[in-house]
């Protein structure tokens, strides 16, 4: 546990642009707690990137880079090999980007550079939707959620994007969100010990678009995990599932009911997600059982 | 050493002359075999930097600028819808300030589809703050990278250097390879700023507020204006070194002529040909090859062609609703020019069709009787 006295140097500085009670900032943070000083981070547009700071501040206090929005992945991948080029291949490249950035217009470049293996830590602060252009939906975004461009209801189901970076068989994969910051600080400490494309899927609340409470981010994110709609888990070489939090496998409705995006829900869409995150849980302790390898 | 190569293989020669240190590329017709030759220098242990094989140009120009400003020299090389993908990027390396070099081999764009030499691509991305440097042959391509690491890497402006699909990209001629040693001296290790230093954290390219932006788009304008200077440096300097240069302008028997035509990249070489046989038969005429696009060498081409009252420009692009993009580039830099000059402008080769010698006579013909210009450029077919 983290005391008074041995609290961490923090590398994310306060003063920073992100909204009140921004799950996104408290990943980052967590996660730049992990990394340490000794790295470089691309950020590509997105609430991370806002939250770093307009020039000429920074509230990163590591060599950041604003990239542009499709490309985080290739832009590490560059300063990675740069870096490798001039001799100093032990500096970690991370990534942010938001789910946009990484489910849906930057998935071409993310995959290209997972096939490549390329020597990166690329963190997904899924947020679950456009929340810096004002809440859009993205392929990230929960089936029957609102948002501002699915104001009945989003239609589509939130793409699988573990099962995609799994299928590229990068050396690791996981999931980890707010409400479990050891969890989630042990995971960007193991991705640094490994090399290659390491991917670490962030489940950041976003209070202002998921229409919950200022103070909640961490604990919807619990719910989430409890429910089983955002398990814990890591993916080994794209294969071998562990997962890392035994759930309490609550109804869905607790988390459901924690936000106002889905207030509007029906009974027998509520029953839809139920029936669903069984099923992806079924399939998921299949794999973790080995069923998958 | 002389070789007898292609004008793409005379890139990858130039690229490894240089010492890049990463290359990132992603194939399409007709630039390819320069990304399959430093892919075979690269196995063979002879290009020395990293070779990255990206899904896309986009992804490419990203790793490519990011790796510049991380401090490395970098190449990449593409064509036609390729550049026209990186186009985001193409900004956004020129606004970071980075210094990657790249090569562009002009082809058409779609549609309709077709793999043919046409300026248009390169020309489209006039303004992404990009140097461009056109070349009339494949000595000059491999003699334009060398000279682009220096320009790039002294201005901090990305730079392009365009050759044309097939009458470069896949010709062979003989072209001198320069020692590795002269190479090494005219072009030093690099020396660019290191803008991810962990022992000094910045945030490179944070959002600016309205003044900032407009501050930061003055200095790029001038490290522009700088670049005149460099690039005429860097061609001096390599003159010097290696016993040839071509200016940002060139201009032939100019000086009593009554019409000057003005050319780029290939077509130079054909009216280049014809000049003598067409002053045999009487026509006072003279020759002006644009090599440098952006900057615009302005003043240097005043310097030649402020005086001159006929003056017709041959070119293979279109700026579809206007004319051939260099006469209209042209028109505006002699816009104050003292006297009245008739300036038509004549699309030859569009699509990659032929230039020949006799195409050349029928435009010299029809710029000297004609009385007036007209608005609109005149469509050259065989």
């Given at each position: 546990?983290l ?9 994310m500085?306060s003063?920073?642009l992100?909204?009140?009670g921004?799950g996104?900032a408290?990943?980052m ?9 000794h790295?470089v ?15 000429p501040?920074a509230?990163?206090d590591v060599?950041?880079f ?6 985080a992945?290739p832009?590490?991948a ?11 291949d032990d500096?970690?490249?991370l990534?942010f ?22 020597d ?6 899924d947020n679950?939707?456009y929340?810096?252009?004002g ?5 990230a975004t ?17 793409k699988?994007?573990?099962e995609i970076?799994a299928?590229?068989?990068i ?7 707010v ?10 400490k193991r ?18 678009g ?6 909640m981010s ?9 429910t089983n ?14 997962i890392?939090h ?9 988390y ?11 009974e ?6 139920q029936?669903e995150v069984d099923q992806?849980w079924?399939?998921?302790n ?7 390898c | 050493?002389?070789?007898?190569i292609?004008?793409n ?7 490894r002359l240089?010492r890049?240190?990463i290359?990132?590329a992603?194939?399409i ?7 399959e030759?430093?892919?075979?220098l ?18 490419a120009?990203?790793?490519c600028?990011s ?10 090389a593409t064509s036609s819808?390729?550049?026209?993908l990186m186009?985001?990027?193409l900004?956004?390396?020129s606004?970071?300030?980075?210094s ?13 589809w077709?793999?043919w030499s046409d300026?248009?691509d390169s020309?489209?991305?006039r ?14 391509a ?7 690491f220096?320009?790039a ?10 050759l044309e699909a097939h009458?470069?990209?896949h010709?062979m ?9 002269l190479?090494d ?21 944070g ?10 788009r003055r ?13 005429e440096?860097v ?8 016993g040839?240069?071509y ?12 019409l ?7 077509i130079t070489?054909?009216a ?10 009487g026509?006072?005429i003279?020759?002006?090859k644009?090599r440098?696009f952006?900057p615009?060498?302005?003043?240097a ?20 609703g206007?004319e ?7 028109k ?11 300036i ?5 080769g569009?699509?990659?069709t ?5 195409m050349?006579?029928?435009i010299?013909v ?6 007036e210009?007209m ?5 050259m077919?065989?």
């Open positions: 546990m005391t008074e006295t041995s609290r961490p140097t923090e590398v500085r003063g920073h992100a909204c009140p921004c996104l408290m990943g943070r967590m996660v730049l707690r992990a990394l340490g000083h790295a981070v691309v950020v590509v547009p997105s609430c991370a990137a806002i939250v770093s700071g307009p020039f501040n509230a990163l060599p950041l604003h990239s542009a929005f499709e490309v992945a832009t590490a560059g300063i990675s090999n740069a870096l490798k080029v001039q001799g100093k500096i970690p490249v990534a980007a938001g789910d946009g950035g990484t489910f849906d217009i930057g998935l071409q470049s993310l995959s290209g550079a997972a096939d490549r293996n390329e990166l830590i690329y963190v997904c602060m679950e939707g929340m810096n252009t809440i859009q939906v993205s392929s929960p089936r029957f959620a609102w948002t501002g461009t699915s104001p009945t209801g989003n239609t589509r189901r939130k699988q994007i573990m970076m299928a590229h068989r050396p690791y994969a996981a999931t980890a969100c409400g479990f910051p050891e969890d989630l600080m042990n995971k960007v991705a640094k010990e490994i090399r290659g494309t390491r991917f670490i899927h962030l489940l950041s609340p976003c209070p202002t998921w229409k919950i409470e200022e103070h961490p604990k919807v994110t619990v719910a989430a995990v409890e709609i955002f398990p814990l888990f890591e993916i080994y070489d794209g294969t071998r599932y562990e890392n035994e759930s309490r496998s609550l109804p869905v409705e607790r459901l009911s924690l936000q106002g995006r889905f207030r509007h829900l029906t027998e869409q509520r029953l839809e997600t029936s992806n079924k399939v998921l299949a794999k973790a059982s080995g069923y998958a | 050493m002389k070789k007898f292609s004008g293989h005379a890139v990858a020669e130039a690229v240089c890049t240190q290359v990132a992603y194939p017709t007709p630039q390819t075999p320069i990304y030759k430093l892919s075979e690269e196995a063979g242990g002879e290009l020395g930097g990293i070779m990255m094989r990206m899904e896309s140009e986009h992804s120009m990203a790793a600028l790796a510049s400003l991380t401090g490395v020299r970098t190449f990449t819808q390729g550049l026209a186009h985001e990027m900004h956004f390396a606004g970071a300030r980075s990657v070099v790249m090569a562009n081999v002009n082809r058409t764009l779609a549609a309709p077709a793999f300026q248009t020309l489209s991305q303004d992404t703050g990009w140097i461009q440097i056109y070349c009339e042959d494949n000595q000059e491999l003699d334009s990278v060398i000279q682009a220096r320009i890497e002294k201005v901090l402006l990305p730079c392009m250097v365009v009458y470069i990209s010709f001629e003989p072209v001198d390879v320069p020692d590795q040693t190479v001296r005219f072009v030093p290790p690099v020396d660019i700023p290191r803008r991810f230093e962990v022992d000094n954290p910045r945030f490179s390219l959002v600016v507020n309205q003044k900032q932006y407009r501050d930061f200095l790029s304008q001038e490290a522009m204006e700088l670049a005149l200077e460099v690039i440096d061609d001096k300097k390599f003159a010097r070194t290696f040839r240069g200016g940002m302008v060139e201009a032939v028997d100019t000086e009593d002529a009554d000057v035509l003005v050319t780029t990249a290939t070489s054909t280049r040909a014809t000049l003598p046989i067409l002053r045999e038969k026509f006072k003279g020759l002006v644009i440098v952006r615009f060498p302005t003043q081409l005043r310097k030649i062609l402020d005086n001159v009252s006929k003056i017709a420009v041959i070119e293979r692009n279109i700026s579809l206007r051939g993009i260099f006469c209209s580039e042209l505006a830099a002699l816009a104050n020019s003292p006297v009245r000059q008739q038509q402008g004549y699309l030859a569009i699509g990659g032929d230039v020949d010698p006799g050349i006579e029928r010299v029809d710029a000297m009787e004609r009385k210009a608005d609109g450029p005149i469509w077919t065989e």
